[in-house]
Nanobody, 119 residues
Framework: QVQLVESGGGLVQAGGSLRLSCAAS????????MGWYRQAPGKQRELVAT???????NYADSVNDRFTISRDNAKNTVYLQMSSLKPEDTAVYYC?????????????WGQGTQVTVSS
């Protein structure tokens, strides 16, 4: 079992910045990709950014050049630095981790952290 604990959400004005953190613990010897997803009210959960264990990143077009994902493998922690925030970035942000066990992949999710951007 893997536990993901997120922190760093909050209320910020448009144009501001926030940094989210997500620490993984438990059975994480096969920890692989990590990432952030978000879900706004009435919308489906969508990918924000992902990062592989070797540091390769992938971003949604809507956040490219504004958000930066990074990870500290020694701390099993992934970060999301969000800058130039817009009201449309308002959502619950969820941390995701993929753990590989032999040929199987398991997806784990954090509890979510609210990000609210006021105009």
């Amino acid at each position: 079992q893997v536990q993901l604990v997120e922190s760093g959400g909050g209320l910020v004005q448009a144009g501001g910045s926030l940094r989210l953190s997500c620490a993984a613990s438990g059975s994480i010897s096969g920890l692989n990709d990590m990432g952030w997803y978000r879900q706004a009210p009435g919308k489906q959960r969508e990918l924000v950014a992902t990062i592989t264990s070797s540091g390769s990143t992938n971003y949604a077009d809507s956040v490219n050049d504004r958000f930066t994902i990074s990870r500290d493998n020694a701390k099993n922690t992934v970060y999301l630095q969000m800058s130039s925030l817009k009201p449309e970035d308002t959502a619950v942000y969820y941390c995701n981790a993929v753990v590989r066990v032999f040929t199987l992949k398991y997806n784990y999710w954090g509890q979510g952290t609210q990000v609210t951007v006021s105009s």
